[in-house]
C-alpha cells in the first residue's frame, strides 16, 4: 500500500494498492471531515425454528418464549455519511450481506465485509452463528396501548391490500414548468388521512429536474428543514413549492437560512425561513419529544430483528416508500423491511443522489413525525431537540418544533 498526500492542510489524496479487503481507507482529494462517515454494527439474534411455550411482555414488547429453538446470531452495518453507500462480503463462504448491509448466515464464523463510500472504504469483520436447542425469548408483537404498536398498525393497516403501481405515488401528475400538480388519492397516506402536505415538491434553487432535489419539510408556518450538504446549501432569495390537498400551488420564498450542527460528520441539518407564514393549508409535520425513550423503550434497547416500527419514506419523485426503523441512537437506523407487504414498498435499486433531505417519518393515526431524513447525516431529531429548537429560534424568535403528544400511551 503506497499513501501519497496532497493539496491544502485537512485535505488528503490517498492512492491504494492490492487486493480489496487489504486495506482500510481509500479517500479522493476532499476535506477529510467531508469525506469521513460512521460505521455501526448491531448484532441481532433471529429464531429460525423452535417450539413455543408461551408468552411474556417485557417493556412495550409481547414476546414469544421459545424451546428447543435454532438461533442465528447476525450483524446489520449501518453507514452513515454524506455518500453513497454499498457493501461487499470478501467471505461469501461465511456470511453474504444485501444492499442495506444486512447479513446472511452461510456457515459459522467471521466474514469480512468491505463498505465502499464514495470517497472511503472501510472494513468491518462480523460474526454469524446458528446454534441448536436453544431457549429464548422472541419478538410477537406491540403491546396495546403502547405507543409503538399506534405507529406499526397505522402503516400496516393502511398498506394492507395496496401496491405501489397504484398506491405508491403522492402525486398523480407533477409539471414544474406550468406549477401544475394533482394529488394521487389513491396513494396509501392519503387514503389514511395523512396530511403529506408539509413535504415541498420543488424549488427553483436547481435547474431542470434537480428542482425535485433539496426537500424541505415544514416543521412551523415559516420554517422548513433540508439537507445541508447540497453544493452549495439552500440560497436567500430562491422559492420552496408546496401543494395542497385541493391541489392548489403555495410558493414561498426563503429569507434567511442557519445551519445546524453539531459538528464532525453529524452536520446536514440546514433551517430556512420563509418570508411570510405558510397557510394552515399546509401541515406543519412534528418531531417525538425529548422523552421519547419512555414511550419507545424497545427501539431505543434493542435494534434486533423483529423490533422495528414502520414509517414513511420519501425521494425525489415523491413516492411513498415504506422503511422499518430499528433504533435511535446517534443516528437512526432504518432498514428494508422484513415483512412481505411493507417489501412492496420499497425503493427498488435503493435511494440515489437527489434523495437527500426527503424526510423519514413516523405516522400516529393521521400525524408525521419526522425523525430523520434520506440519505444524509440529519442527527434524529428527537435526541437533538435542544439544537433544532435553537436554530429554530434564531430564525423566528420563539419558534420551536412541534412535539408529537405522547400523553395518551403507556410510559416505560
Known sequence: MSITLNGNPGESEVVLNGNPGESEIVVASLPIAEAGFVLEETVAQ???SGSASGQITVNDAVLDQETGALIETRSHLDASGNEAFSFESLDTGIATVNSGGQTAWVANGTAR???????LWKRKNV???RTGGQSVNSFSHYATGSLAKLLTDTVDNAIAGKTFATNGLLFSSMDHVTSAYVRNTDSWPYLAGVDCTGISCWNNDRLGIQGQ???GTVLHPRIAIMAAHYAPPFHVGKTVRFVTNGNVVVDRVVDAVH???NGAIYNDTYLVR???ALPGTINVVQVLPSDWQDFLPSILTNGNVGYRIPGLVTDQLKAAYVYDLRYIRVNAGWDVPEDETRQLFVKPGGFVGGDSGAPKCLIAGTQLIMVSSA???TLPYANNLTLLDAGMDALVSGASST???VSGFTAY
Open 113 to 119: 465485509i468491505l463498505v465502499k463510500g464514495t470517497h
Open 213 to 215: 432535489w433539496q426537500h
Open 46 to 48: 433471529e429464531v429460525i
Open 127 to 129: 460474526a454469524v452463528d
Open 403 to 405: 412535539k408529537f403528544d
Open 259 to 261: 445551519h445546524v450542527t
Open 375 to 377: 440519505s444524509s447525516t
Open 274 to 276: 420563509f418570508d411570510t
